[in-house]
């Protein structure tokens, strides 16, 4: 993308960051990978792109990349309460209860009434705790007492709530298309900008190095720079 200009590179990571909520939309949640790795090629600084494909990774398994794509958002907006939430809910997936507990304190720590993440904060630490009294039990000592349940998302659904634009601060320029540009006839077919791998991500993704958009107009979406806390 070294020979676009600043307009085009954020016109097409636009793009592309509409076209994956859109194919997330549709279920399709490898397509929806690929298109959110195409737009970070164009721009790495999307906090809301690597927090929505973190979200998506988790929904298909892929909790190793996953991780990587809440840092990359964090490490962009370092007091976002939801992607600590959300890193620690990956971190929970995969049994890493001491790195989960980290990430609901922080998700706490920032939002201090958020009801979700204290519950799952307290969950997990429950969990810990009977894990550590279990091993010092000696074989057999009988079923342990169920934890409660966590609460899984965000929005109360069964992942995370993706985001559109940036949660933080709307009026923040970022790439929000204007009303000009929301009615530009883009290509059907788009070009794979050589950056397109933030976690090791190679066109085996998806479609294998071109995804097809859904419509032929851009939509508003967003996918700008990042804001302060939650």
């Not at 939309?25 to 973190?54: K, T």
């Not at 001491?98 to 958020?114: D, K, Q």
């Not at 940036?166 to 950056?195: K, V, W």
């Amino acid at each position: 993308a070294a020979h676009l200009g600043p307009r085009e590179v954020g016109l097409l990571a636009g793009h592309y960051f509409a076209l994956a909520a859109e194919l997330e939309d549709a279920e399709q949640m490898p397509e929806a990978v690929e298109a959110y790795a195409i737009s970070l090629g164009y721009r790495h600084d999307q906090p809301e792109a690597h927090y929505n494909m973190a979200i998506v990774l988790d929904s298909i398994g892929r909790f190793d990349e996953s991780v990587l794509a809440s840092k990359a958002a964090l490490e962009l907006c370092p007091d976002w309460a939801e992607a600590h939430y959300n890193l620690g809910q990956t971190y929970d997936s995969i049994g890493d209860l001491g790195r989960a507990i980290t990430c609901y304190e922080e998700a706490a720590r920032l939002s201090p009434g958020w009801e979700d993440a204290a519950h799952n904060l307290a969950v997990a630490r429950h969990e810990f705790d009977l894990r550590a009294v279990t091993t010092e039990q000696p074989p057999n000592p009988g079923p342990a007492p169920p934890a409660p349940p966590r609460s899984q998302a965000l929005d109360g659904g069964a992942g995370g709530q993706r985001h559109e634009t940036n949660p933080h601060d709307p009026q923040q320029p970022g790439l929000l298309l204007s009303p000009a540009q929301q009615h530009l006839t883009l290509p059907r077919e788009l070009p794979t900008p050589p950056e397109n791998e933030p976690y090791g991500l190679g066109p085996s993704a998806g479609h294998g190095g071109t995804v097809t958009a859904v419509g032929d107009t851009a939509k508003q979406s967003g996918g700008g720079g990042g804001g302060g806390g939650a």
